[in-house]
């Protein structure tokens, strides 16, 4: 669905609630982005029509947050959000509004988070309704609360990241009133539930303005309450900042985080990853990637083999950015990177992960009983292969033979290695 239709859909709707008597305007983020000249994500419509009205003048409609008064309206192919103008009653739970109050446009525009947000848009008359000096932020690149910035953070803590969020992927600062109440509140953050942080985090590490991100998460004392496992020094934070800033603009969650995460062991960033609620894959990726990170580092020494099995792996590409990007944070030189890109390279498709010469039946024929030792025989024989030291089947044979001969004996029908374990 594009922009485009998007757009005229949201017209649409509000076309057909002005013909019947109500208020209708584009609200939020398309105004800000239309603004700013950048494709919106999508449309919003914001309307004095209650949710029973919305409700009775499409055909196709779905209650989505009834408490927060928004119907899903599908129209054109795409989906409208249709919210009726609300204030917001008391936050008891620093995320959610205990009630809602149904308001005027103006009351509405207070409500919402930031001035950049906080604009409509009259699709009518094409006039743009400003009620908290949106435009003049947007023109001094500012992201500033709306009202008093200590009470929107005590409000809705996960405002905090979002202020972070919008300033880095805009290149706006935070106004400094706002940066300071964020500050003071930060440690309220953790009360917010680590899939809506994790959410956050996710857009803003993916952004090709990651680097600044990470600075603001740091600067606004936020990056201690969302990452506390460790104390981050203003190096550490920096060595971090310097690598995300060498990651190719369309770098993923799995990358990026395992960049932000680069001063932990494999393990402890996996640990973070499961606490942040990342998926299986990504907590599985980050742990490989910090894992093979050492070992590329040193790409000349590796075996042959080694460079064919992480060749393999779906995430190469990513550890050859993260490579790249720890080179030239930490030499002068991305020599690392090359070498390994270059070994790669070498390696024909079809030899990277050839197909055994040999497997379990051939130890089968050879009486050895079920065991570890199978698996043993059989990676040290791949790796062989890979290494290209066995050119056909007869030879990696051979070398079964001999792994055998000397690992171990048979005795009374069980496989006993030398070293005497089973
Ligand atoms: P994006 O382009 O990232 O979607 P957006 O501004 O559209 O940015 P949304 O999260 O889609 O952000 O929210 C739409 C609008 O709702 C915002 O522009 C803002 O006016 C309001 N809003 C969203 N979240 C909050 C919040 N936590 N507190 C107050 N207002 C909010
Ligand atoms: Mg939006």
Not at 49 to 68: C, I, M, W, Y
Not at 73 to 79: D, F, T, W
Not at 120 to 131: K, L, T, V
Not at 355 to 376: F, M, N, R, S
Request: hydrophobic fraction near 40%; glycine fraction near 6%.
């Amino acid at each position: 669905m594009s922009s485009q239709s998007a757009r005229r859909a949201a017209e649409k709707v509000s076309e057909i609630l002005r013909q019947n008597g109500f208020q209708a305007l584009l609200a939020g983020g398309c105004v800000r982005d239309l603004l700013l000249e950048v494709e919106p994500k999508d449309y919003d419509v914001a309307t004095n029509a209650t949710p029973d009205q919305v409700v009775s003048l499409f055909h196709r409609t779905e209650k989505v947050g009834a408490q927060f008064g928004v119907v899903l309206v599908r129209i054109k192919g795409c989906m409208i959000e249709v919210a009726t103008f609300r204030s917001d009653g008391d936050y008891s739970d620093g995320r959610h509004p205990d009630s809602i109050r149904f308001v005027s446009a103006e009351e509405d525009a207070r409500r919402r988070d930031f001035t950049i947000n906080g604009m409509f848009f009259d699709p009518q008359s094409g006039r743009i309704i400003d009620y908290v000096g949106g435009q003049a932020d947007l023109r001094a690149k500012l992201v500033r609360a709306i009202g008093e910035p200590a009470r929107r953070f005590a409000e809705d803590h996960l405002r905090m990241l979002r202020a972070v969020r919008f300033a880095a992927g805009l290149s706006f600062e935070i106004e400094p009133e706002t940066l300071d109440a964020i500050r003071f509140h930060a440690a309220r953050i953790r009360a917010i539930s680590v899939e809506r942080i994790q959410q956050e985090l996710a857009r803003i590490l993916t952004s090709p303005t990651r680097r600044r991100g990470w600075e603001l998460l740091a600067d606004s004392g936020l990056l201690a309450q969302v990452l506390p496992e460790t104390a981050w020094s203003a190096a550490d934070v920096a060595d971090v900042a310097e690598r995300l800033g060498y990651l190719p603009p369309e770098a993923d969650f799995m990358l990026a985080t395992a960049v932000a995460l680069g001063r932990f062991a494999p393990q402890p960033a996996g640990r973070i990853c499961r606490r942040l609620r990342c998926s299986n894959e990504q907590e599985r990726g980050v742990v490989w990637l910090i894992e093979n990170l050492p070992r590329v580092l040193e790409a000349d020494r590796l075996e042959l083999a080694d460079v064919k099995f992480l060749l393999a792996d779906s995430r190469f590409e990513r550890l050859g950015c993260l490579l790249e990007a720890e080179c030239r944070g930490r030499f002068d030189t991305v020599l690392p990177h090359d070498t390994l890109l270059s070994r790669a390279s070498r390696i024909p498709p079809e030899q990277v992960a050839p197909p055994p010469l040999v497997g379990g039946e051939d130890l089968q024929t050879l009486h050895l009983p079920a065991g570890p030792i199978y698996k043993q025989i059989l990676d040290a024989v791949y790796r062989a292969q890979l290494n290209e030291e066995l050119p056909d089947r007869e030879a990696a044979l051979r070398l079964v033979h001999h792994l055998l001969e000397h690992t171990g004996r048979m005795e009374n029908g069980k496989w006993k290695m030398e070293n005497g374990k089973c």
